[in-house]
């Protein structure tokens, strides 16, 4: 495992209900890079999402997070460890306002400043935020949910950070959005793993991409040249 590996996936095989979902995976995440996993629904992708973050057991291979294996390792260890998630449906706390919100985002810390300062930044990176503050956030849409997701994982200042399908239900213009803010957070530093049913934006946006069907990893490589390969085209872009 080199220095600058934050995530390493070997031959996972993870199995629920029968349901054999990943088939014996590698994948590999160096510091600072924006990497994409695409594939259709069912691919098996948020179930490595889900083994990656503690919410789903595996039954073959290992995932190594900052040279160790985190077999399992509790999701909240795995956040104070700076790994976090924003799954698919966004699971906000629909009672609280935008700043409660973003505080629940920063429980594992206690530098009161510190927070008080990011919950800033967030408003800084997403203004819609920063208008409805003290509004609850389960009356926001559908895209104004999916910033505060976002923001809310960023309060826990990640090393890693999962993005399951942040672009699903919203509108040609938030996605545009969304996008926008995931660039400027692996810009920022932030390692990124982006699941994502638009595959267009989302190897537009990536550095290197995977390619998952049916459990299996059956393509890898730099995400410019994939948008250019003929087999991606067709099967993912429509073309």
């Not at 973050?53 to 073959?60: A, R």
């Not at 040279?67 to 790994?83: E, N, T």
């Not at 267009?200 to 994939?226: C, F, H, N, P, W």
């Amino acid at each position: 495992m080199t220095k600058d590996t934050i995530l390493k996936i070997s031959d996972l095989k993870v199995a629920y209900g029968g349901i054999h979902a990943v088939k014996g995976i590698d994948l590999d995440i160096r510091e600072g890079e924006l990497i994409t996993l695409i594939g259709a629904n069912g691919a098996g992708k948020t179930t490595t999402m889900k083994a990656i973050t503690g919410l789903q057991g595996w039954i073959g291979g290992d995932v190594q997070y900052l040279g160790k294996s985190i077999k399992g390792v509790p999701s909240h260890v795995l956040l104070k460890q700076g790994l976090a998630m924003v799954p698919e449906g966004r699971g906000v706390f629909s009672r609280m306002t935008i700043v409660e919100n973003l505080q629940m985002g920063a429980y594992t810390r206690n530098d009161t400043a510190g927070i008080a300062d990011d919950i800033e930044r967030m408003f800084g990176i997403f203004p819609r935020l920063k208008e409805r503050a003290t509004q609850l956030a389960g009356t926001m849409s559908g895209g104004e949910q999916q910033m505060l997701a976002m923001a809310r994982a960023l309060m826990s200042q990640p090393r890693l950070l999962l993005l399951d399908e942040p672009s699903m239900g919203l509108s040609p213009i938030m996605v545009a959005k969304i996008f926008e803010v995931v660039r400027d957070i692996s810009a920022q530093g932030v390692t990124v793993l982006l699941v994502e049913q638009n595959a267009r934006l989302a190897l537009q946006a990536a550095d290197r991409a995977y390619v998952m069907d049916s459990g299996l990893i059956t393509m890898s490589g730099e995400a410019k040249q994939m948008l250019d390969d003929p087999k991606v085209r067709e099967a993912y872009l429509g073309e």
